[in-house]
């Protein structure tokens, strides 16, 4: 049983909203084999308003299926790639004086877009990191006292390599809350690997993709998902699933409030893009981990085994009693 919209019969989410997401989902597909799960989560990332942290090792299509996802929209994008040099002002901006005009003007920078690819985010300094944080909270820059607005809809897709390579700097707790999702690409299956040889070996399809959606589109489907329903039983599932986090002994630092916020967020895209206008358990738990494991802190090695924060997530998850259903019919 799931908990689903008193006082009626379940109900589904809008068509149009179903066809987009596929078409998106489809477009990207081009270009990034073998990768749907990872396309969808993507895209659930989007359409819930957040930011997406792609991590994983060199060459399985980090960048490819940030770039896909920026083609499949009609709207700004820019990239930035982030080096060891690269100035905060590079990011945000920088004020200079014109002498022809005799004034000062603002230039914007890399971030000014509705989609930003911040490429490879852990080769550049904390202090060059740290000037996204504002940019990613509230939608805004601040140059020299002045704010200014940035375009919407407004998405940062950074991709990272694991923080064991060599020239990376880890990124602090701050910037990776600002992330909705974490999500891994993983090498391709034999199939996927095959198919992605057979359309590369004339042309690269990210040349020919083109856009399926607006970025008025996108904001009517950011729109539809905050419409999405989340039952009282559900969002007491939530704080649950916060506070055994909180409590877990292998973790140091568990979920904050921001965290079950975005948890909550995702999991009513993860129901949009599955046809239905409530979320249900399965939809929180398939978040979990994406939402969850990038913002815990494990505690010091207990008992001799090492654990990862997915695997703490996962666990909880496993444990925690799910809500049943009391919909009237």
Known sequence: MTAQPDGGQAQTARPEFEAMFESIADNVSRVVQGKGESIRLAL??????????????????????????????????????????????????????????????????????????????????????????????????TVDGVTHALPSPFMVIATQNPVEHVGTYPLPDSQLDRFLLRIEIGYPERASEVEMLERHAVANPLETLECVVSGADVEDLVAAVRQVYVAPALRGYLVDLANATRGHPALALGASPRAILALQRAAKSWAAANGRNYVIPDDVQAMAVPVLAHRLTLAAEQGGRERSPAAVVEEIVSRLPVPVSRARH
């Not at 359409?47 to 980090?62: Q, R």
Request: hydrophobic share 45%.
């Open 44 to 141: 659930c990332c989007m359409l819930a308003g957040g930011h997406l942290l792609v991590e994983d090792v060199p060459g399985v299509g980090k960048t490819s299926l940030a770039k896909a996802l920026a083609a499949s929209v009609k709207c700004t994008w820019q990239r930035i790639q982030f080096t060891p040099d690269l100035l905060p002002s590079d990011v945000t901006g920088v004020t200079v004086y014109r002498r022809d005009v005799e004034r000062f003007e603002f230039r914007p920078g890399g971030v000014f877009a509705n989609l930003v690819l911040a490429d490879e985010i852990n080769r550049a300094s904390p202090k060059t990191q740290a000037a996204l944080l504002e940019a990613m909270e509230e939608r805004q820059v």
